[in-house]
Nanobody
Framework: QVQLVESGGGLVQAGGSLRLSCAAS????????MAWYRQVPGKARELVAA???????NYADSVKGRFTISRDNAKNTVYLQMNSLRPEDTAVYYC??????????????WGQGTLVTVSS
């Protein structure tokens, strides 16, 4: 079964750091873009950062200069290093990845979500 498993969320004080990890398993074909999204209750899920297979990155303006996305293609894993955390970063963070199903159709994967809470 193809799935994404996240880890690394938790409670941190403002100004602190956390590192999220997301590992893909059961992958048959290579993974294309991997990304992190976040969502707070009552709001739409928003893109935090994305990274292509070649390492090109894209960040939401609100996290530029504080968050860093990286990936290990050999391990099918994506990371999100979060520094200088703010209370407004509090959200459930979701890992996202694109690959292909056994029939070669595009397949979008989502992790189960990990809660990040930043206290003031």
């Amino acid at each position: 079964q193809v799935q994404l498993v996240e880890s690394g969320g938790g409670l941190v004080q403002a100004g602190g750091s956390l590192r999220l990890s997301c590992a893909a398993s059961g992958i048959i074909y290579s993974i294309n873009t991997m990304a992190w999204y976040r969502q707070v209750p009552g709001k739409a899920r928003e893109l935090v950062a994305a990274i292509t297979t070649g390492g090109r990155t894209n960040y939401a303006d609100s996290v530029k200069g504080r968050f860093t996305i990286s990936r290990d293609n050999a391990k099918n894993t994506v990371y999100l290093q979060m520094n200088s955390l703010r209370p407004e970063d509090t959200a459930v963070y979701y890992c996202n990845a694109w690959t292909r199903a056994p029939d070669y159709n595009p397949l979008e994967l989502w992790g189960q979500g990990t809660l990040v809470t930043v206290s003031s």
